[in-house]
């Protein structure tokens, strides 16, 4: 059974940083995009990064390009996502996604889920 499950979240002030970590299991993704969404409350689940199956390739929402960096590591099967500069409006549940096709560059809109962390930027 693949699980995917997120950590590094909490509380923290405005300018100041995180890491969250996304362990897989149940399958090595060392053939598989993965990327990083989030939800704010009362809004839709969006998209904030991605990472090509060979970690070459990386693609950010523009809001968050210059300050969030993903990056993984295939042989823990675990994905990264190093946030600077945090901002008020970055507050959200974030997720880590799996994309099920190999050997894609990008995360499409059918991918594995974890349950998600949350993250609060305090002003």
């Known amino acids: 059974q693949v699980q995917l499950v997120e950590s590094g979240g909490g509380l923290v002030q405005a300018g100041g940083s995180l890491r969250l970590s996304c362990a897989a299991s149940?399958?090595?993704?060392?053939?598989?995009?993965m990327g990083w969404f989030r939800q704010a409350p009362g809004q839709e689940r969006e998209f904030v990064a991605d990472i090509s199956w060979s970690g070459v390739s990386t693609h950010y929402v523009d809001s968050v390009k210059g300050r969030f960096t993903i990056s993984r590591d295939n042989a823990k099967n675990t994905l990264h996502l190093q946030m600077n500069s945090l901002k008020p409006e970055d507050t959200a549940v974030y997720y880590c996604a799996a994309e099920k096709v190999e050997y894609t560059n990008y995360v499409t809109m059918n991918p594995y889920w974890g349950q998600g962390t949350q993250v609060t930027v305090s002003s």
């Open positions: 149940g399958r090595t993704f060392s053939r598989n995009a």
